[in-house]
């Protein structure tokens, strides 16, 4: 393929003059200036190609506002790769949510730009494992994060995310079910045994060892750290974080969610204990709020950058497959999932 010299023209600084308005905190001019090129191209590919750009809350602000025409948490990446009607999906995130946009959208291409951006919590278990764990605890109902393969979703009764999963644990209890399995985060898993316990209910969580690598670095006494030296911060926090981390934090959510808490609420000082670039996307879209800077980054995320999008929606490719028998075993977890929630 041919390699285009990509030059800031004043086209290219007309295009993107809005997006940079918004992000003149996050990038000098002189750093905007190598970036823009690259959003204007993909933009204009994207028409081209009637393509779409989802991308996850832990994209840097470049590409999450730059190219992203679907941003959320797993969950709604999920929901309007069920709905797009474009012809190509480049999935801005990690191979399982590439998977799920497949499995979803089976008829349309899925493009990952990096197939090595995986995840810890994916890595953590096989479908082997769950067909394991059923045999040992015969008719307890497998809820697995979406953070797995294709071939993990196969064998599970239903998936959750995290703002999904106390809800979808509720839904097994209603239909009578007192104990289930949740694979593989046992921080999440732990956190959604001690929201079920402060509701009053007795529904037993047995969870697996899994765990992210970015989440369960933060502990509590860095939120005491961070709440000594910052006067009433308000201290929000993922629920793959350890649960002590929780239990001292003012609010628990998915990503999605804490995005909203803070539209809603418009803290004067926040900090979210989760991704970095979660906390950048947020701080350009509340101006008045103060986001403190601690946070992790995950390293899978930061393998998705704008030259690697362009040279995907270019080449259309890496393309993601998933065995269809496969595929539409795991589609029953997922679309159970979305019944549920
Ligand atoms: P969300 O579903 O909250 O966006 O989380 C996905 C993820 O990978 C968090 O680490
Ligand atoms: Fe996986 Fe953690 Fe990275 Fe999310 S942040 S993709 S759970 S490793």
């Known amino acids: 393929m041919q390699t285009q010299k990509l030059e800031y023209t004043q086209e290219v600084a007309e295009s993107t003059a809005s997006i940079y308005q918004k992000l003149s905190r996050q990038y000098k001019e002189s750093h905007w200036k190598t970036l823009a090129p690259y959003i204007h191209e993909i933009n204009r590919l994207k028409k081209e190609k009637n393509a779409v750009i989802l991308a996850h809350n832990y994209m840097t602000p470049d590409i999450f506002y730059g190219v992203g025409d679907i941003v959320g948490d797993s969950l709604k990446l999920a929901q309007e790769a069920a709905k797009s009607d474009a012809d190509i999906i480049v999935q801005c995130g990690v191979h399982f949510m590439a998977e799920t946009s497949k499995i979803l959208c089976p008829e349309k291409k899925i ?69 289930v399995i949740m694979t593989p985060d046992k921080f999440l898993a732990q956190n959604v045994a001690a929201q079920l316990k402060e509701k009053g209910s007795d529904i037993n969580v047995l969870f697996w060892e899994g765990t992210c690598v970015v989440h369960e670095r933060f502990t509590a006494k860095d939120v005491t750290g961070i709440r000594a030296a910052n006067e009433n911060v308000v201290v929000l926090a993922h629920p793959e974080c350890p649960p002590e981390v929780i239990a001292e934090s003012d609010f628990s959510g998915s990503t999605a969610q804490m995005d909203d808490y803070i539209k809603e609420n418009q803290p004067h000082k926040a900090v979210l204990m989760t991704e970095c670039s979660m906390s950048d996307n947020v701080a350009a879209a509340n101006p008045d709020v103060e986001m403190i800077g601690t946070c992790q980054l995950c390293p899978f995320m930061k393998m998705i950058s704008l030259p690697k999008i362009l040279k995907t ?26 019944e549920l929630s």
């Open 111 to 179: 493009l990952l730009p990096d197939l090595k951006a995986g995840c810890s919590l994916a890595e953590s278990i096989t479908a082997e494992d769950i067909r394991r764990l059923k045999k040992e605890h015969p008719g307890v109902p497998v809820v697995t994060y979406v953070n797995t393969s294709a071939d993990v979703k196969a064998e599970s009764d239903v998936c959750c995310t995290s703002s999904n999963a106390l809800k979808i644990v509720e839904a097994l209890g209603k239909e009578g079910h007192d104990t």
């Open 313 to 338: 929606i270019q080449s259309e490719e890496p393309e993601i497959h998933v065995d269809p028998e496969i595929s539409k075993r795991a589609r029953k977890a997922v679309d159970r999932m979305l």
